[in-house]
């Protein structure tokens, strides 16, 4: 299915799309990212380094917040997305938040990431929010996944060097 076509369903668990379930992060989650620990249905690489940066932002009860990608085929978690933070005005006065992404290496090229960030952005579209994301301009995958969920403009980059990509609101 085309991201453009993902219709995100809300649920008690969290965002359903075609293949995934979006769960939002609570203090168990991040409880054992931060510590090191295992929880069952985690893939064998999970939590990456990107997972555990983003427990560092994780606030109790922030729907913003991060999300476990759950593969439903599998019903294992193979990666994280979410906003770092709720809503903030820009410059010209419109809401955006940032989002970031990942996966297990073994669950990328599969349209998983595109699939997991069409969902977000649905909802992002939905609350009038205009999304951006900071991507290393080596990392051909993740800007492609950008592209293809409509980030099209560049506002520059950032200290470490990584493009700022914007998405205009929907």
């Known amino acids: 299915m085309p991201e453009h076509d993902v219709r995100p369903a809300a649920s008690p668990r969290g965002i359903t799309t075609e293949r ?6 609570d203090q168990a989650t991040v409880a054992a ?4 620990a ?3 249905g985690w893939h064998p690489d999970f939590p990456r380094e990107d997972d555990r940066g983003a427990a560092a932002l994780w606030r109790d009860g922030d729907p913003w917040g991060p999300r476990s990608i759950v593969s439903l085929k599998q019903q294992v978690v193979v990666g994280s997305i979410g906003f770092f933070g709720p809503p903030a005005p820009a410059e010209d006065g419109v809401p955006e ?8 290496a ?5 349209g998983l990431a595109t699939e997991a960030l069409g969902a977000v952005l649905a909802r992002a579209d939905a609350a009038g929010v205009r999304v951006r994301a900071s991507i290393a301009p080596d990392n051909a995958a993740s800007l492609r996944v950008a592209a293809k969920a409509g980030f099209t403009g560049v506002r520059g980059s950032t200290e ?11």
């Open 97 to 104: 938040a940032e989002v970031g992404y990942g996966l297990v």
């Open 38 to 40: 295992r929880l069952p």
């Open 33 to 36: 990212i931060r510590d090191g």
């Open 160 to 170: 470490d060097g990584e493009l700022v990509l914007v998405r205009p609101g929907r």
């Open 20 to 25: 995934l379930l979006l769960v939002l992060w």
């Open 106 to 110: 073994p669950a990328r090229g599969y």
